[in-house]
């Protein structure tokens, strides 16, 4: 199958070297047409213009900065996209996937939206783990394309936009856990607590967090907060506690201070009895947001 790739970033790169890997005829092409030249050294072939690497190939990825790079290079290839495939492996906010879905399947081609879960070194392994959106039957055409690129590609849903938001979510989670991490680090530190140390010794309850988020999703998909344990209000002297040792020590009080004040709201509602999963409705969509 011939393979056309537009964007040959740090990301891009190991696309092609994974595809060419794999054995497929790929032609490339990017801005800057200097990083085409490992890539043609390993057997891709250059093209001049994203038309002619599409008009190369059956299935075109597309891997550049961001989303309205993706939509420039989309519509200069124009009508040479009909009837290809395009996969579209840019970032960028889940409105992006839409649009440039319209555009290509517009101008007569079948569109996927992937959004890659690791870094660029891990392309191609087998633990590499790919969202992807889009027509199913598209996604099992490409499959074992899509496969070489990340061993656990899978498709998530038939809107393109999805995979995106897959994408968003789990950074929104990352940060939220990994700056909760360096708040209690800091902490331990100032104490002269190794942080290794920590960790090693802390290991059997630290392991147990990311079996909250299956207890939550149930909760929150059932939109039933009732709870035998753990309720809200048994949270607030913890993060009370937090709070002043972080104070007495001169750590920053912002963050368990920020999760003092939904936990203090909630409870003013009246949801102290409820499962922490409750705050949810803290972040959910208001009056007056978009
Ligand atoms: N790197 C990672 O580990 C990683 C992981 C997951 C997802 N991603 C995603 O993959 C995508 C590419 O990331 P990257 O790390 O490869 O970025 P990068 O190294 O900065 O490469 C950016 C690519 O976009 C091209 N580009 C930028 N502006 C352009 C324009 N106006 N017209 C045409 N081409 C343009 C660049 O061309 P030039 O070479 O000419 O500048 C280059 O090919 C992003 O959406 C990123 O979020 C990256």
Do not use: C
Not at 172 to 187: P, Q
Not at 224 to 241: C, N, R
């Amino acid at each position: 199958m011939t393979i056309a790739l537009l964007g040959l970033g740090e990301m891009g790169s190991a696309l092609a070297a994974a595809l060419l890997a794999a054995g497929h005829p790929l032609t490339v092409w990017n801005r800057s047409s200097g990083k085409t030249e490992p890539l043609v050294a390993a057997g891709a072939r250059p093209a001049q213009s994203p038309e002619a690497a599409v008009r190369a190939a059956e299935l075109v990825l597309v891997n550049v900065q961001d989303g309205a790079v993706a939509e420039k290079l989309l519509r200069a290839a124009g009508p040479a996209l009909a009837g290809r495939t395009v996969v579209n492996l840019t970032d960028g906010p889940s409105e992006q996937a839409g649009v440039a879905a319209d555009l290509v399947t517009g101008l007569g081609a079948d569109y996927l939206h992937g959004q890659i879960m690791t870094i660029a070194p891990a392309i191609g392994s087998p633990d590499a783990v790919i969202f992807f959106g889009g027509p199913r039957q598209v996604f099992d055409r490409y499959e074992p394309v899509l496969r070489s690129l990340g061993g656990r590609a899978t498709h998530v849903s038939t809107d393109p936009a999805v995979p995106l938001l897959y994408g968003m979510a789990f950074h929104d989670i990352m940060w939220g856990l990994l700056n909760g991490f360096l708040h209690a680090a800091a902490l331990l530190r100032d104490a002269g607590i190794p942080i290794g140390r920590y960790t090693e010794q802390a290991d059997p309850s630290l392991a147990a967090l990311p079996s909250l988020f299956g207890l939550f999703a149930g909760e929150i998909d059932r939109a039933e907060f009732a709870t035998p344990f753990g309720a809200l209000k048994h949270h607030l002297p913890s993060i009370d506690d937090v709070i002043a040792e972080s104070e007495a020590r001169g750590i920053d009080i912002a963050l368990p201070t920020y999760t003092r004040r939904l936990v203090a709201d909630a409870l003013v509602a009246g949801h102290g009895d409820d499962s922490y999963s409750r705050l949810v409705e803290h972040f959910g969509r208001r009056p007056g947001r978009a």
